[in-house]
DNA sequence: CGTTCTACGTATACCGTTCTACAAATTGCA
DNA sequence: TGCAATTTGTAGAACGGTATACGTAGAACG
């Protein structure tokens, strides 16, 4: 027979809540007056507005946002993390935060875990649940493949410098600058050989931050004539293949003066390996990394990052997704300036 | 009338996608039947499942998550975070995420920036959004509005201990023993001048987790005669309020010969403070934290703690929460032993 | 004074699902 | 064979908003 479910009607366990229908009875007058003046439309009158406003606060009406979403709008907008873990995600969500508390907005989280089919069923499971933009973090996606969600949707990603595409809009620091700043950082403290520790690339990603900031490595490496120095490791960034590539290069003969990490999760590693294994930091090692993270402040630490401003990216990637939404279609790039913040584990080099 | 415009008027920019009777049309069936595939309902043959999920997969449909939250559920889980920063939360999203892996259903996150206001706003956006049910993480709510909470929709909380309320689920490590742990440690090590570092709560909270891991030391120090040793400090979770305590206690006369962190970011900045202050840890100061987490493992920190197991703890609220929207309205309280995982900040004291 | 604007409101057709009520076809059984 | 029971499928009314199309006053204008 199966009656048996007893809380399958719509009224289930848990109660109702005001509609915009009570709301227009409450108030005497029409749904769509009530819509208006929800949506802040043309063609309501002052004493209308108060009106309903009024029988809006009494019911205690709240619009629903499924229902909204079938329509127009469902005030939410998407963001995609690659992982929590990483503290430099974090800032970036506290700037979407900031900048969408006082609109409608709502921006939800979702978490790939560093996985691509992950990445690629969350950004599906969002579009289903009808979120007005997307914000990607960091996405693992091609560019070929954020451009077509671009088409699909507004579309705003942080950490994948490609402005030559015209269908989603893009924030970043300038990582070829950063790098750079790295660079000239360390050679002004006297350090001459400098080795990246860089990110292994899966052939179908493309340009994510690493590759820039390679290329403001090598340029600056240039530029200082240090070509013969010039050593770029790259690795996956699982736990297990950065700890045995980074013990390996600390054992080796040929270890490096100074280590630049393309992140700070790597140069944490790096100096809890070089610690163990009785090489001070930077007396041994010099190590500098890339984020400028919380945790870069702590004295056992006290790392050399460069601060790439997360919470600006944040409030930039919220103002450009809401732009999307009201009707920009020209895709928009916007670009912040890092800086680097100095500390004690890239301290000037003792001459020998 | 209304034939079929394709583009169906209002799709602005952004093309349409498949909807229920675009697959009963490609099936040949009605849109009912298609429906109940997709619910897995009563009174499908096989071969219209097998019909309908070939149109399916052709026309590559997504059920619409706003139109079935109209109706039913919306198949996505509303997570409440206080704050990304705490390396602990990841730990239990990791398990949320993977016990609903396999599901329809999706985990969305909301952060909160420890604020209540902000917490408040967040869980209603999540009503609004037709969430089918709530998983609030370490919330700042009363019990008392956790538990109006409950009577509206299925909620599980974790870090939030009450046994005896009857609207909502809880998932929590088992504190006191986790702290006894802790204690029983440190005096084994040959520590007896123990004090603990723990949260200042608000007036509108009532029973975080803190509150267990302080019973947890009081007790574990009075089994072993300690009572004149038993001290507790209490501050508010900012980074300033926190670091002049320590600043303060390890200046002091009586700096203690252990401290016990209610969170390993606590202890973090201990190490630092100490380390900054020519301190060694544990020659000087053993300290151990609260979490177990990422940071705990680098040789810098070396951090005795405690793993409450974040994984499994979003792992079983999730399957709670499952049972809630599947209909069990009886609480349910799961209790997961913690383990204390021990590392150099708290070695064998050097007897005077 | 008739006509055209403009400002303000309302009626109502959707949006894409779910799910109840019911019809039709098939099976079971005496 | 007749009739009830079961199985399989369909029609269509919600759900709670949005937004288009339209009606109705006054005001402005010639």
């Known amino acids: 027979m199966t009656t048996g479910q007893k809380n399958s009607g719509k009224t289930t366990v848990y109660p109702g809540r005001a509609t915009i229908r009570n709301v227009a009875e409450d108030a005497g007058v029409s749904v769509s007056a009530v819509s208006k003046v929800l949506r802040d439309a043309y063609g309501v009158s002052d004493a209308l507005r108060k009106q309903v406003e009024a029988s809006i606060e009494k019911l205690g009406y709240r619009p629903n946002a499924s229902a909204r979403g079938m329509r127009g709008q469902s005030y939410t907008l998407g963001v995609l993390l690659p992982d929590l873990r990483n503290p430099f995600f974090p800032e970036i969500m506290a700037g979407v935060n900031s900048a969408l508390e006082r609109t409608q907005y709502q921006p939800l989280l979702g978490v790939s875990q560093s996985a691509i089919s992950i990445e690629l069923a969350l950004i599906e499971s969002m579009i289903d649940r009808q979120m007005d933009a997307l914000i990607l973090i960091a996405p693992r996606l091609s560019t070929t493949e ?11 990603v942080l950490g994948l410098h490609n402005p030559e595409n015209t269908s989603y809009d893009t924030v ?49 490496m240039h530029a200082h004539g240090l070509d013969k120095q010039t050593r770029i490791l790259r690795r996956e960034q699982t736990m297990r293949e950065v700890q ?25 590693e790096v100096i809890s390996i070089a610690t163990e294994m009785g090489l001070s930091v930077p007396g041994d090692l010099a190590v500098v990394g890339y984020d400028n993270s919380l945790f870069c402040d702590l004295a056992q630490n006290a790392l050399t990052s460069v601060d790439q401003f997360g ?8 103002r450009l997704a809401l732009e ?7 895709a928009e790039h916007f670009l912040v300036q890092p800086r680097i913040v100095i500390r004690n584990s890239s301290r000037a080099r003792a001459s020998r």
Chains 1, 2 share one sequence.
């Open 244 to 268: 045995t590539a980074v013990r390996q290069l600390l054992e080796s003969r040929d270890r490096p003066e100074a280590l630049f990490c393309w992140s700070d999760k790597i140069a944490f």
């Open 172 to 220: 970043n620091n300038d990582d070829v600058a950063g790098a750079e700043f790295v660079v000239n950082h360390l050679v002004d403290q006297g350090y001459r050989d400098i080795t990246m520790f860089s990110l292994e690339l899966s052939p179908a990603e493309d340009s994510p931050v690493s590759v820039q900031r390679e290329i403001g490595y090598e340029r600056a």
């Open 311 to 318: 919470q600006v990216l944040g409030i930039q990637a919220a």
């Open 146 to 156: 954020v451009e077509k969600l671009g088409k699909r949707m507004p579309t705003v």
């Open 324 to 330: 999307r939404i009201k009707g920009r279609t020209e």
